[in-house]
């Protein structure tokens, strides 16, 4: 086929490109669906408790995700700093995941037991106060609002219809487990759980 004719020919660049798009799909990333490493938990990973779930929505709600990755590569620069990088098996439990693309803080993947909870609160509630250059915005509502765990329940049936092994204790429980606690003591109870299983290898 002559070069110059797919080039000056739109449809048929167009029916071209998909053919190669779809053949590179084929190829690369369907093949890891029916792998066990990318689709079966690490050892030792368990569902989010009441508490850190409510913890990961705060997170999510407060647009940490945006600024923090979850998603150390294996790279020498990384794995220095951060610890083992992340294994899909990781994730599995995790809709939606929150791996990320930006880091205009830390890569946040195997913070947790990195710092204390009384260093988490200090850094949430006003960040220059343990590191003085930071641009992260302080968080002192956190420290007022109360959970109520109205939701919880709900959030973790949810969650086991697509695959997380939540039992029916888990749900239960998840409403007593939350009412009453600060949202904080959410968000740090689900901070210091990242990265725990896989934060002393190399």
């Given at each position: 086929m002559n070069h110059d004719f797919v080039?000056?020919?739109?449809?048929?660049?167009?029916?071209?490109?998909?053919?190669?798009?779809?053949?590179?799909?084929?190829?690369?990333?369907?093949?890891?669906?029916?792998?066990?490493?990318t689709t079966q938990p690490i050892k030792g990973l368990k569902p989010y408790t009441a508490?850190?779930?409510?913890?990961r929505d705060i997170y999510i709600r407060e647009g940490c995700n945006v600024c923090h990755s979850q998603m150390i590569r294996p790279f020498r620069a990384e794995t220095e700093r951060y610890g083992h990088y992340s294994v899909a098996g990781e994730s599995v439990y995790d809709h939606p995941f929150l791996w990320g693309s930006k880091r205009t803080g830390p890569d946040l993947a195997r913070v947790g037991g990195r710092?204390?909870?009384e260093w988490q609160r200090a850094h949430l509630y006003n960040p220059r106060d343990v590191v003085p250059e930071s641009i992260m915005p302080a968080f002192p509502w956190l420290?007022?609002?109360?959970?109520?765990?109205?939701?919880?329940a709900d959030k973790m049936r949810a969650l086991r219809s697509v695959g997380v092994p939540y039992t029916d204790e888990d749900i239960e429980g998840a409403k007593e487990a939350v009412r009453g606690h600060k949202e904080i003591d959410a968000l740090v109870?689900?901070?210091?759980?990242?990265?725990?299983?896989?934060?002393?290898?190399?």
């Open positions: 080039e000056k020919n739109l449809p048929t660049l167009m029916i071209l490109t998909v053919v190669a798009i779809s053949f590179g799909f084929l190829v690369e990333v369907v093949p890891h669906f029916f792998l066990k490493e508490m850190q779930l409510e913890g710092y204390s909870d420290f007022e609002q109360e959970l109520d765990g109205r939701y919880t109870e689900y901070l210091q759980n990242l990265g725990l299983l896989l934060k002393h290898k190399r």
